[in-house]
């Protein structure tokens, strides 16, 4: 299976980046490719719906860091998506990055597995509702298959991180794919 990261933390040694440091190791170990796509340190342009790409049909105006993504988002056959939590909400980077989906809307309909990591501070479900509802939308809209959420709760820092089971559900994650 070819798999498609992104992740969105501007924290490359964070907890986000922890999950899926093990995600990837499992579903490497387990045989899968994996391209890795860190969105908060790349250049990517927000949509601004200006429908060229649908018009044109010559992608997006923006030539920046999507052209690198698009080719493995186009070619995966699942996409993990991983991002901490800020103010109850995945983080922009990575609303960025889904955002611009747009211009490959209907090649990417249809034809995909995803998963979602978050990393959150809060000890509380309520701060990863509205992500998951986002995603179980998303998803629903493009018709792709959900393969699993981890919501790392209490994990505002490694410390914490370290003394939690979600490092280890992330790998199994990847490797049960």
Known sequence: MKITVISSSPHRNGTSARLVSEFIRGAEEKGHEVFRFDAAFEDIHSCIACY?????G???????SMEKLNPHLLDCDLIA?????YYYNMNGQLRTVI???FANNEKLMG???????????DDTTESVDGPILSYQNMLRYMKWEDCGVIAALNCGDMESM????????????GYGL
Do not use: N, W
């Open 81 to 85: 998506f991983a991002t901490p939590i």
């Open 99 to 101: 955002d611009r989906f």
């Open 52 to 56: 060229r790409c649908v018009e044109t």
């Open 162 to 173: 370290d003394k939690t089971e979600y490092p280890q559900k992330a790998y199994e994650l």
């Open 111 to 121: 034809t995909k597995k995803s998963v979602l990591m978050m990393t959150c501070e």
């Open 58 to 64: 010559e992608g997006c105006v923006f030539k920046d």
